[in-house]
């Protein structure tokens, strides 16, 4: 299985910016997915996750401003950011609980992370 993560780039503050992972392989099903964030000399937080109903939730930092979906028949995953702050910046991963078998419990694969850059 592997997560495949695209989108990151340089934008100025108040721009936007969607980012999309992808999961490929064999494998039963995903549960939750998600995207998470890691700031230079920070640790990796929660930015906002997916759960396979379609139920969100959205770290507060960035509530109002950024969407996750996804599309489960592409096995996908999408975060569309607005209004981007410089404290957005950081290197973004997604996520996902993934199950080989359906007598399997899921296991969390994570994608290579895609550079974020807000300029102030």
């Known amino acids: 299985v592997q997560l495949q993560a695209f989108g990151g780039g340089l934008v100025q503050a108040g721009g936007s910016l969607r980012l999309s992972c992808a999961a490929s392989?064999?494998?039963?099903?995903?549960?939750?997915m998600g995207w998470y964030r890691q700031a230079p000399g920070k640790q990796r937080e929660l930015v906002a996750s997916?759960?396979?109903?379609?139920?969100?939730n959205y770290a507060d930092s960035v509530k109002g401003r950024f969407a996750i979906t996804r599309d489960s028949s592409e096995n996908a995953v999408y975060l569309q950011m607005n209004s981007l702050k410089p404290e957005d910046t950081g290197v973004y991963y997604c996520?996902?609980?993934?199950?080989?078998?359906?007598?399997?419990?899921?296991?969390?694969?994570w994608g290579q992370g895609t550079q974020v850059t807000v300029s102030s």
């Open positions: 392989g064999r494998f039963f099903g995903i549960n939750v």
């Open positions: 997916i759960t396979s109903g379609h139920i969100a």
């Open positions: 996520s996902a609980d993934i199950s080989a078998s359906s007598r399997t419990m899921a296991y969390t694969y």
